[in-house]
């Protein structure tokens, strides 16, 4: 069960519901955000929601049988909104686009990219400045130094970014200078990591499905880091490791319409990573937004043959308009049916 609790409830209310759930046989667990503060029940005994909904200090009650309960749409029908600021918000119903290099490589490329994206009026960049490589010889980024330089220069643009953080200790140092944490595919199962973005920022949180993971264990890892505080949350698909070997990855599709009745939190698609092939990205893009997607997040770059990382995956800024113009009219689309 999820206790909404009342925003001025005194202790000894708190207490007296405290005591009621562990009296039905749950264990209770209290769960403090940037937007609330919850009672987590969790237990196997039936019982009557009206021996506990009366109770002086709780706002609300609901009863979840899903594990992951904070992210469940049981219990919030109303879907998150990722607000930004400036007038960026992420959001169901509507549909947001974040494009960006792989890799940020420096200042030029940075400019020549920011120049891309506000000709086209898309205010979220996305970019690594660390990054998990699986040769310990490829390109690594520029860290935090690279990620300052990024940050200015979108902040004056008025641009949004959105980048990678691989380990704990990089929160602290990295927190400043970034509008949008990314946890990346290998890391969605590091809970260390989770849990301190639950406790540790209030900045919004976008977790990418795990290479072989299901839709339940994205789900799960969501659960731990609002659970942990952090209840500003974004899902992402980007495709899973299965036996075809024909792409890079095989894009879920199915993923996108089943996690939007699953959960309330905004669902994102990146078909670069999904598929893993220029030339078939736009369809997969267009594809995924027709699922229902609230926004899509893909890579670009003025040179993707000169790129430090997924040159084979990135479109170029002629390939970019194009597919920029194509998802807008897509979704145009979607909204008719």
């Known amino acids: 069960m999820i206790i909404q609790l009342e925003k001025d409830i005194n202790?000894?209310?708190?207490?007296?519901?405290?005591?009621?759930?562990?009296?039905l046989k749950y264990k209770a667990t209290e769960v403090k955000t940037q937007k609330g503060d919850y009672l987590i029940g969790t237990g196997k005994n039936d019982?009557?929601?009206?021996?506990?909904?009366?109770?002086?200090?709780?706002?609300?009650?609901?009863?979840?049988?899903?594990?992951?309960?904070?992210?469940?749409?049981k219990w919030k029908v109303k879907p998150t909104i990722i607000d930004l600021g400036d007038g960026v918000k992420i959001e169901e119903g509507g549909f947001r686009i974040m494009a960006g290099p792989c890799s940020i490589e420096g200042e030029e490329q940075i400019k020549k990219t920011i120049d891309h994206l506000k000709a086209q009026g898309i205010r979220i960049m996305r970019g690594g400045v660390y990054k998990p490589r699986s040769s310990p010889y490829s390109f690594?980024?520029?860290?935090?130094?690279?990620l300052k330089l990024w940050y200015d220069l979108a902040k004056e643009a008025g641009i949004k970014i959105v980048t990678e953080v691989m380990q704990v200790s990089q929160i602290a140092e990295m927190d400043p200078y970034?509008?949008?944490?990314?946890?990346?595919?290998?890391?969605?199962?590091?809970?260390?990591?989770?849990?301190?973005?639950g406790k540790n920022t209030d900045k919004p949180v976008m977790i990418?499905?795990?290479?072989?993971?299901?839709?339940?264990?994205?789900?799960?890892?969501?659960?731990?880091?609002?659970?942990?505080?952090?209840?500003?949350?974004?899902?992402c698909e980007r495709g899973i490791r299965t036996y075809e070997n024909a792409t890079?990855?095989?894009?879920?599709?199915?993923?996108?319409?089943?996690?939007?009745?699953?959960?309330?939190?905004?669902?994102?698609?990146?078909?670069?990573?999904?598929?893993?092939?220029r030339h078939h990205v736009e369809p997969i893009?267009?594809?995924?937004?027709?699922?229902?997607?609230?926004?899509?997040?893909?890579?670009?770059?003025?040179?993707?043959?000169e790129a430090y990382s997924d040159g084979q995956q990135t479109l170029n800024?002629?390939?970019?308009?194009?597919?920029?113009d194509r998802m807008r009219k897509t979704f145009e689309l979607r909204q008719t049916f």
């Open 11 to 23: 202790e000894a209310n708190k207490e007296s519901i405290f005591k009621q759930v562990k009296d």
């Open 47 to 73: 019982f009557d929601i009206r021996s506990i909904g009366h109770m002086e200090g709780i706002k609300d009650i609901h009863i979840v049988s899903d594990d992951y309960k904070l992210v469940s749409r």
């Open 140 to 146: 690594r980024g520029l860290g935090i130094d690279g």
């Open 178 to 197: 970034v509008d949008v944490y990314q946890v990346g595919a290998r890391n969605t199962q590091n809970f260390n990591l989770l849990d301190e973005l």
């Open 208 to 235: 990418k499905r795990g290479i072989s993971g299901t839709i339940d264990e994205l789900l799960y890892s969501a659960e731990y880091v609002f659970s942990a505080g952090n209840e500003r949350l974004l899902l």
């Open 248 to 277: 890079r990855n095989t894009m879920d599709l199915n993923a996108i319409p089943v996690l939007k009745e699953k959960t309330h939190l905004p669902v994102i698609a990146d078909p670069s990573h999904g598929i893993g092939i």
């Open 285 to 305: 893009a267009l594809a995924s937004i027709m699922a229902g997607a609230d926004g899509v997040i893909y890579e670009t770059h003025e040179k993707p043959e």
């Open 317 to 324: 800024f002629e390939e970019s308009n194009k597919l920029i």
